[in-house]
């Protein structure tokens, strides 16, 4: 079993930054792939960045240049850095973790950029 908890989620006007953050806790050494998605008001969830513990990087169309993921293994933690925030990244964002046998959700967290 993996747990996550999340925060940095928050209101920002158009063109500012937020950080989340996810820490892991349980059997952590299962995980290898750890990123975010969100969804949006009746839209499906979609990816929006992974990383893996070799720290390479998937990101979405939308947000590469703007968005920056990142690890720290040694504390079981993933970062989701957004920069350059447009009305349309509006939406709950949730971290994910990968491993062999199950894939793991956090609870959520709200980013609502303002115009």
């Known amino acids: 079993q993996v747990q996550l908890v999340e925060s940095g989620g928050g209101l920002v006007q158009a063109g500012g930054s937020l950080r989340l953050s996810c820490t892991a806790s349980g059997s952590i050494l299962s995980i290898n792939p750890m990123g975010w998605y969100r969804q949006a008001p009746g839209k499906q969830r979609e990816l929006v960045a992974t990383i893996r513990r070799s720290d390479s990087t998937n990101y979405a169309d939308s947000v590469k240049g703007r968005f920056t993921i990142s690890r720290d293994n040694a504390k079981s933690t993933v970062y989701l850095q957004m920069n350059s925030l447009k009305p349309e990244d509006t939406a709950v964002y949730y971290c994910?973790?990968?491993?062999?046998?199950?894939?793991?959700w956090g609870q959520g967290t709200q980013v609502t950029v303002s115009s």
């Open positions: 994910w973790v990968g491993t062999p046998w199950y894939d793991y």
